[in-house]
């Protein structure tokens, strides 16, 4: 007959392999939403090729929803078992080419693009989001956030003029009620310019909240906008 002491042992290591699998299940603490202005990929010494579909339209598109942590690092590749299912997501097929376009060489029809996303990202928060769900959410949150109507609005265009790094961000925080984070590349010529926008999520993929953390990196007090 098992001791009391046994029994409690064994109740322990019950509980803690529950614990263990919730936390495997959604081991993160909210996204960032990334989107990466096109002009800026292209106008590297690296420059770029256009999707099969042609040339996206100037306006910022889709990099990533990543799940992250508060400390900073984030999950990868959490489920080999669920790859990318591109007849998951065939009803949102269209508005993904037009939003979350492809511009790596050799020109694609982005779904090596949308693979990576999902199976080194998406499965990492695949206890709240489904396949179909993680590339409809990130839609979702690109139509709620127009950063290119926000900048313009503040008479920053994509110009290929200069403009103050804290304008850009006051603009965007003005038009959307939460702090951005800016990341930059340089051009051929070397200078600074504005290449993404990170916002930050709630676990659920639905709200927009402060950043509990920024990535490391940093720009020019002054950042180039080029045209594309």
């Known amino acids: 007959m098992e001791s009391k002491y046994s029994i409690l042992l064994n109740l322990l290591m019950l509980q803690c392999l529950s614990l263990l699998c919730v936390s495997q299940s959604q081991d993160f603490n909210f996204f960032y ?7 800026s990929y292209c106008d590297t010494k690296q420059s ?44 949102l097929i269209s508005n993904m080419q037009k939003n979350w376009p492809s511009l790596a060489c050799p020109s694609s029809n982005s779904i090596q693009f949308w693979t990576h996303e999902w199976e080194k990202h998406g499965t990492c928060s695949e206890s709240v989001l489904n396949q179909h769900g993680y590339f409809d959410t990130a839609l979702n949150l690109k139509g709620k956030t127009n950063l290119l109507k926000a900048l313009k609005i503040a008479g920053i265009n994509p110009d290929g003029n200069s403009y103050s790094l804290q304008n850009i961000k006051n603009a965007i925080k003005g038009a959307i009620g939460y702090t951005p984070w800016i990341e930059c590349n340089v051009d051929a ?40």
């Not at 939403?33 to 002009?39: E, L, N, T």
């Not at 770029?48 to 900073?72: E, M, Q």
């Open 33 to 39: 939403f990334v989107q990466q202005w096109p002009g």
């Open 189 to 228: 010529s070397g200078n600074s310019q504005l290449y993404q926008i990170y916002l930050c999520v709630d676990t659920s993929g639905s709200s927009l909240i402060e950043c509990p953390v920024f990535p490391n990196g940093k720009c020019d007090s002054e950042i180039e906008f080029p045209s594309f």
């Open 48 to 91: 770029c090729c256009y999707p099969n579909t042609g040339k996206p339209s100037a306006d910022f598109g889709i990099h990533a929803l990543w799940p992250n942590y508060k400390d900073g690092s984030y999950p990868s590749n959490c489920d080999p078992n669920n790859s990318f299912n591109q007849a998951m997501i065939s009803d």
